[in-house]
């Protein structure tokens, strides 16, 4: 019984047999060739040209190499390669349009009238004909150098005919006519001649000033211009579509760009400077004319053209269609007439458009409204960033109306529509999140014919669908397809987008409306509360986007109750009652929100609220800021509490944290007067004492709160002119070091500097300092013997704390007593010998690097020995 294999197997089998049939005939085809070249007989090594090491024939030494093309190779003649020859026809047809145009400019007088036209037509035609005759030679190059001569000659030959026959006319309309028959002659002379790549480009250059001369020479208004320059746009355009050449095309490209922009141009600014409704819709129609041909260019052009003409038009419809009833508004709302023609041009997903083209039209209409966005974006920086003024002046009275407290300077009549700007775009972004999947409904088309060859294949997939699914990427997160954005991304931007939007629009309305100062500060606040409610609890129903609503929530929240905070500062009221609300409403929401980051930003405004609180507190009680440092230590003293009561909590570090930074503003402020100086750093240290209770904060705050007490203590006893400071430290010193010597026989590895360094530092570093200010000699010396004792002990014993901070102490002490020695004896040496010592110095170092390398890791291997 014959044995079938299943089709997938046979299948497989079949192609790996043909593959090796393929290798094998490749195999065989390459021996076959090396025969051949083998039995053929070796062409004679002096015919020129004759070259098959040029064309990777095969050698005698590689049997297995495989089989390429014989052939001749061009003969290759040093003294005048190809480059060469282009230059010599270069420089040769540049020498001959030189003399041409001397004989002309200069000559052109010494002859009578038949001379000149005899001359001037014989040296043209015979440029003309010259390149036929040449082209059927070959000489291509040639050819290509005497036509670009007879350009030039044409050229002149128009001069000529202007400056003799016809030296009254008019100079713009002769160039008008001479161009556009010169243009007519190339472009003729190029078809002719299909093999010279320079007459059918020269045509197209020509032809760019006929009609813009012409109506330049009559006489004709800007829009007649306009128009000149917008049909000279379109002759290119078609050039640019169906002319023959690479060359050809290009340079109507560019012309078409450069005449369109020009016509576009010319357009809005009388558009814009239309003095009612009817004097913009001449030019209103200039740029719908440009608007169509662009996108009737777009049709057919390829993918980053049909864009570029798609956004061209998109851009000239809205100038057009907006342009009328914006000329018949006051001046701050002609823009929405702009945006509200951008809007209309969304309903170009609807049509037939190419795909390309339309999604060109609507980065128009993207880009306009950005426009206006920008636009009101200096209005809604003053409502944000204007209270700053306010800080010098806190609490000098409130304000008759918000734009006062501002303190800008802006033109607000003319920023009245930035508003309603604001607020149509954040309703429509809102709507596109609010109602995503209808709006992926609406544009669906579009998106499905957005590149070339989109749209449904064989098995009815959409083009745009993400790699290995069935869905398009537009339509969720998990199916993006690579470098494109996914659904969830698209829809998180547009509603983070609509709330910040939104939340300056309200912010922008009361500086334009200049409402009441208490109505600012009050619908500030009431915003702050509306952007924490969006960052605690988001958007209902838990759509697709809502994290990124509420990651902007969260980061815009701290900005709006910073600008309200500076905005109360107008009034002693305002001020408590606005810090106190977003104290209130930052910590309420640190309690309701979820997840450790906006638990620990909410918690931290809350702290920072309060602790500007305390601060109000105190100059409402007159004190001095010295004065009011230690009721600025309350907010310190509460987190430390709350610290202990949250203990692993992850919003305990960030809220406890800010208490320091609170109490670093409060040694700020104390620094002024030394002895509330000593009392902050004690209180601090307290506070510090209380956080080390705890296991988990022990290593750092119980050594802050020694490091806080004894610099309490230096502080306090600078304070009180104390000019014997050993008198209260070798009282704690003593029994330091008796403890740490204690401490040191029970554990002999403890270090010593915990057993020793608290109690030799309190010692002697205050002595130090005193003694950098002591004129006396004693006390300099007595410290220094002690150091150097002390430096003795620690190298005797090996104890690092000893050795280091005697020995600092005594270089420190050295130094201040020969510090006028050095000083007279630096001022007595030549001012160049300073430099000569530093640079001798780095000359040893570096000629002993590898030696001061080695001393300083032995040094350091020593001191790390040490205890």
Not at 64 to 86: E, F, I
Not at 153 to 173: K, R, S
Request: proline share 7%; charged share 10%; aromatic share 6%.
């Amino acid at each position: 019984m014959e044995h079938v294999l299943p089709p997938a197997e046979e299948l497989a089998r079949l192609d790996r047999e043909l593959a090796e049939l393929d290798a094998r005939r490749a195999q065989l085809l390459t021996r076959r060739a090396w025969l051949l070249a083998a039995l053929r007989p070796p062409a004679p090594s002096a015919a020129p040209g004759w070259n098959p090491s040029a064309w990777g024939a095969p050698g005698t030494g590689r049997p297995d190499a495989p089989a390429r093309p014989w052939g001749l190779v061009p003969p290759k003649s040093p003294s005048a390669p190809r480059g060469a020859q282009n230059v010599l026809l270069t420089l040769g047809g540049l020498l001959l349009t030189i003399a041409a145009i001397a004989f002309t400019l200069v000559s052109w007088g010494s002859m009578g009238i038949g001379g000149r036209s005899a001359v001037l037509a014989l040296v043209t035609a015979g440029a003309l004909a010259a390149p036929a005759v040449l082209l059927k030679r070959g000489l291509t190059a040639t050819a290509e150098a005497l036509t670009a001569l007879a350009l030039v000659l044409t050229l002149l030959d128009a001069y000529a005919v202007h400056a003799v026959a016809a030296p009254d006319t008019d100079g713009l309309g002769f160039t008008a006519v001479a161009a556009a028959v010169l243009a007519a002659l190339w472009t003729g002379y190029g078809l002719a001649l299909g093999r010279l790549h320079l007459p059918l480009p020269a045509a197209v250059v020509l032809g760019q000033w006929p009609l813009l001369f012409g109506a330049w020479a009559a006489g004709a208004p800007a829009s007649v211009v306009g128009w000149a320059l917008l049909a000279t746009a379109v002759l290119d355009g078609a050039i640019a579509l169906w002319g023959r050449g690479t060359g050809t095309r290009v340079t109507a490209c560019v012309g078409g760009s450069v005449m369109g922009a020009s016509a576009l141009l010319v357009g809005l600014t009388q558009s814009v400077t239309a003095s009612g409704p009817l004097g913009a819709l001449a030019p209103g129609a200039l740029l719908l004319t440009a608007a169509a041909a662009a996108l009737a260019g777009a049709w057919r052009a390829p993918r980053g053209v049909a864009r570029a003409g798609g956004v061209v038009a998109g851009l000239a419809v809205v100038a057009a269609v907006g342009g009328v009833p914006a000329a018949a508004l006051p001046e701050g709302w002609r823009v929405l007439a702009y945006i509200s023609a951008a809007l209309a041009l969304t309903a170009v997903v609807r049509t037939g458009l190419p795909g390309n083209a339309a999604l060109g039209v609507l980065v128009a209409s993207a880009a306009v409204v950005a426009g206006a966005l920008v636009g009101a974006m200096p209005g809604l920086a003053a409502v944000l960033l204007g209270p700053v003024t306010l800080l010098p002046d806190a609490w000098a009275g409130p304000e008759e109306g918000f734009r006062a407290a501002l303190g800008s300077t802006l033109p607000w009549r003319e920023l009245r529509a930035a508003p309603v700007v604001l607020a149509v775009t954040a309703a429509l972004l809102g709507s596109a999140y609010r109602w995503w999947p209808s709006w992926v409904r609406i544009a669906e088309p579009l998106i499905a014919r957005e590149a070339p060859g989109s749209g449904a294949t064989a098995a009815g997939t959409p083009a745009a669908a993400a790699p290995g699914t069935g869905a398009p990427w537009y339509t969720g997160g998990a199916s993006a397809a690579r470098g494109r954005p996914s659904a969830a991304a698209l829809r998180g931007a547009a509603g983070a987008a609509a709330a910040v939007l939104g939340w300056g629009a309200l912010l922008l309305a009361g500086a334009v409306l200049d409402v009441p100062y208490a109505v600012a500060v009050g619908g500030e606040t009431v915003l702050v509360a509306g952007l924490l409610a969006l960052a605690v609890h988001g958007t209902d129903g838990g759509r697709d986007g809502s994290a990124a609503v509420q990651g902007t929530a969260l980061v815009v929240a701290p900005a709006g109750a910073v600008s309200a905070g500076l905005l109360s500062l107008a009034s002693e009221r305002a001020s408590y009652a606005v810090f106190g609300a977003l104290a209130a409403l930052f910590a309420g929401a640190a309690v309701r929100a979820r997840g450790g980051v906006p638990r620990a930003v909410f918690a931290v405004a809350a702290t920072a609220g309060c602790t500007v609180l305390t601060g109000f507190a105190g100059r409402s009680l007159g004190l001095a800021p010295h004065e009011a440092a230690p009721l600025v230590l309350l907010v310190p003293a509460l987190t430390v509490l709350l610290g202990a009561g949250l203990r692993r909590d992850p919003v305990a570090p960030p809220v406890e944290l800010t208490g320091a930074l609170g109490a670093l503003v409060a040694v700020g402020l104390a620094v002024p007067d030394t002895p509330f100086l000593a009392l902050v750093l004690a209180l601090c240290g307290v506070l510090a004492a209380g956080a080390a209770v705890r296991p988990e904060r022990r290593p750092v705050a119980g050594h802050l709160a020694a490091a806080l007490f004894v610099l309490a203590t230096w502080v306090r006893l600078g304070a009180s002119e104390v000019s014997f400071p050993e008198a209260y430290t070798l009282p704690v010193t003593v029994p330091a070091l008796v403890a740490g010597f204690l401490r040191r026989r029970k554990d002999p590895e403890a270090s010593s500097w915990t057993a020793y360094g608290p109690g030799l530092a309190v010692t002697l570093l205050p002595s130090l300092a005193v003694a950098w200010t002591d004129p006396d000699w004693r006390r300099p010396l007595l410290l220094g013997v002690a150091a150097l004792v002390i430096t003795l002990l620690g190298a005797r014993h090996r104890l690092q704390a000893l050795l280091l901070l005697g020995g600092a102490v005594l270089a420190l002490d050295g130094l201040h007593e020969l510090a006028p020695y050095v000083v007279q004896v630096a001022g007595a040496l030549p001012r160049w010998l300073p430099p000569a010592l530093a640079g001798l110095l780095l000359l040893v170092v570096g000629a002993t690097y590898e030696q001061r390398l080695r001393d300083a890791r032995r040094l350091k291997d020593a001191l790390g020995r040490m205890r």
